[in-house]
C-alpha cells in the first residue's frame, strides 16, 4: 500500500523501536528502515508487530521508505553513527555527519513541504545549520529533544521540539499523542513547540545536564547518609522513601529508592554494593557546561558533576592515592534524625540552584540565539516522561507564570523562602562533609553559587586589578560613569 503511512522512521536501536510501537498504539501508521537490514526483519516479526498488520510497513531503502509516505512526508531519524554512511567532517561529531550525510541522501527523495526529523541527542549548532540548510531546498526540518529512555520512549516521553515553525502543525497530533501526559485528568502532553533551529536540541541538552546535577547531588546525599551516619542500605531505602513523599517527589529519588533494595542472586549481597564506581557518560553534560562557558553563563553545577563523573573514572589512580593521602575520617555524632532531615534540607536547596542555572543559562542562550523561549511552559514539558521529572517543576512553571521576566529562579518568592529556611542546614551539612573527609562538590558547589548570586561585591575588583597590572585590561570604576575605562601603570605608582 503505497503512501498510505503517517511517519516513517529510521534507526531501529532500542528507542527507536520504542517510538515506533508508541506510534502505532495511538493509531498511527508507521514505516521503519534500518540501514543494517536485518534489523528490520527482527524487529516486523516479533509477535507484538506481527500483531500489528498492516498498520506497521517494512522498508529496505530510503526510496522505498519515502514512497511508502502520505504527503506531507514525516522522515524521522533516531540514527546512530554505525548506522549511516560515513560523510565528510563538516559537523561537529562523528554521528552528526552520519545525519548529515541521511539527510543528502534523503533530499532528492523527497518535495517542497516534506519534514525530517532528528530526534537523537545532537548538538544544537548541527540542528542551526541543518535547519537553514534543509529550508534552503524548500523543505522543512525539526530537531526534537525526547527524553525518557526506553520505558519513555515506548509510554510516552518529554519531546523538546524545535526548527522549522511552519513543521510544527504537521507533527503536532502524532508528537503529543505518544508524549506524556501530565495534569489532573493526564490530558496536557509534556511535548509543546520550543522555539526556532536548534531551540529543542538546547533546551533537551539543558535538560541533560541538570539530570547530570541531579544525580551527583543524589549520591553525594547517600554518600552522607552511608559515611557519615553509617546507614545500612535497608535504612538509606527508608529514607529516600520518606523524603519522595514530599518536597522531593520525583523520578530519580522514586528509583534510587528501590535500587536499595536489589540483592545479587549470585552473592545475595546488595547489587548496589558490587558496582564499579566509575560512572560513565554520554557527553551532554559536557556540551551544557562548555555552551555555558561560550555565552558567560555560570552553569557551576553541572560543571562540577561532569568532573565528579571524570574523577571516578580513574579509579586505577584513586585506589594508588588512597594508599599515600591521608584525612580525616569517623563519623557525625550529634542527632542522626535532626542531621538526615538536614541533609533533605541541603538535596533540596542544592537542586533549586542547579535549576537556577539551568533557566539562567536557557535565557542567556534565548537572548543570544534569538529564541523566544517559554520558561514556565519548558518546565511542563519535563513534569512527565523524562527523567528530570518532579513535582517540584510546578513550581517552576508557577513563578515563570507569576513574572515570566524572572531574572533567577532564587529570586521568586516561594524558591526564595525555601533556601533561606534551609540554610542552617545546609551549610553544617557542608561543613561536616569537609570535617569528616566525605567529598561533597556539588553540595558545595550550590551553596558557593548562591552566596555568590547573593553578595552584592566580589573580589572581581582585585581580580580586574591583576589583569590591568600584568596584561593592560584596563577597568572601570565605581566612582566613575560605566562607560569609562581606565588603566594603571601599576608597577611606576607603587610604593
Known amino acids: 500500500m503505497s503512501e498510505s503511512y503517517d511517519i516513517g522512521l529510521m534507526g531501529l536501536a532500542v528507542m527507536g523501536q520504542n517510538l515506533v510501537l508508541n506510534m502505532v498504539d495511538h493509531g498511527y501508521r508507521v514505516a521503519v528502515f534500518n540501514r543494517t537490514t536485518s534489523k528490520v526483519d527482527e524487529f516486523i516479526n516479533l509477535p507484538e508487530c506481527k500483531s500489528y498488520g498492516d498498520k506497521l510497513a517494512a522498508a529496505y531503502s530510503l526510496k522505498e521508505l519515502v514512497l511508502k509516505l502520505k504527503r506531507p512526508r514525516k522522515v524521522m531519524l533516531m540514527i546512530q553513527s554505525k548506522d549511516a554512511v560515513p560523510a565528510p567532517e563538516i559537523a561537529l561529531y562523528p554521528q552528526a555527519a552520519a545525519i548529515d550525510a541521511v539527510i543528502e541522501e534523503l533530499l532528492p527523495l523527497l518535495e517542497s513541504g516534506d519534514v525530517i526529523i532528528d530526534g537523537g541527542n545532537t548538538q544544537f549548532k548541527d540542528t542551526e545549520r541543518r535547519t537553514k540548510f534543509v529550508e534552503s531546498r524548500g523543505l522543512f526540518y525539526i530537531g526534537t529533544g525526547v527524553s525518557g529512555g526506553e520505558e519513555g520512549a515506548r509510554k510516552g516521553p518529554s519531546m523538546m521540539p524545535g526548527g522549522s515553525e511552519k513543521a ?236 515570566p521576566n524572572l531574572e533567577n529562579l532564587l529570586l521568586a518568592p516561594y524558591f526564595k523562602t525555601v533556601v533561606e529556611t534551609a540554610q542552617d542546614s545546609w551549610r553544617n551539612v557542608v561543613k561536616t562533609a569537609v570535617e569528616l573527609g566525605i567529598p561533597v562538590p556539588a553540595f558545595s558547589t550550590a551553596l558557593s553559587y548562591y552566596d555568590s548570586y547573593r553578595s552584592e561585591n566580589l573580589p572581581a575588583n582585585l581580580l580586574q586589578a591583576q589583569r590591568d597590572y600584568f596584561g593592560a585590561h584596563t577597568y572601570k570604576r565605581i566612582d566613575k560613569p560605566n562607560n569609562e575605562i581606565f588603566h594603571t601603570d601599576w608597577i611606576k605608582e607603587k610604593k
Not at 368 to 377: A, D, I, M, P, V
Request: hydrophobic share 40%; glycine share 8%; net charge neutral.
Open 168 to 403: 510544527w502543525n504537521i507533527v503536532k497530533d502524532i508528537f503529543q499523542s505518544i508524549s506524556a501526559k501530565v495534569g489532573a485528568n493526564k490530558d496536557i502532553p509534556c511535548c509543546e513547540w520550543v522555539g526556532d533551529r536548534g531551540a529543542g536540541h538546547y533546551v533537551k541538552m539543558v535538560h541533560n545536564g541538570i539530570e547530570y546535577g541531579d544525580m551527583q547531588l543524589i549520591c553525594e546525599a547517600y554518600w552522607m547518609l552511608k559515611n557519615a551516619l553509617n546507614f545500612s542500605n535497608d535504612e538509606i531505602y527508608q529514607t529516600f522513601a520518606e523524603w519522595n513523599k514530599g518536597e522531593l517527589d520525583s523520578y530519580l529519588i522514586d528509583i534510587t529508592k528501590d535500587i536499595f533494595t536489589v540483592k545479587d542472586k549470585e552473592t545475595g549481597k546488595y547489587l548496589v554494593d558490587l558496582i564499579f564506581d566509575a560512572a560513565g557518560a554520554k557527553g551532554t553534560g559536557k556540551w551544557m557546561s562548555q555552551l555555558a562557558l561560550d555565552i558567560g553563563a555560570p552553569s557551576s553545577l553541572v560543571t562540577e558533576a561532569v568532573y565528579a563523573r571524570c574523577i571516578s573514572a580513574i579509579k586505577d589512580a584513586r585506589v594508588r592515592a588512597a594508599k599515600i593521602l591521608k584525612g580525616p575520617s569517623g563519623n557525625y555524632s550529634g542527632d542522626k534524625k535532626a542531621f538526615v532531615e538536614q541533609i533533605r534540607k541541603a538535596l533540596y536547596a542544592s537542586k533549586i540552584c542547579s535549576y537556577a542555572q539551568g533557566f539562567v543559562q536557557l535565557q542567556a542562550a534565548g537572548k543570544e540565539y534569538g529564541w523566544k523561549l517559554q520558561y514556565g511552559n519548558i518546565a511542563m514539558l519535563w513534569r512527565g516522561g523524562c527523567i528530570i521529572r518532579a513535582v517540584f517543576l510546578e513550581r517552576i512553571k508557577e513563578a515563570f507564570d507569576a513574572d
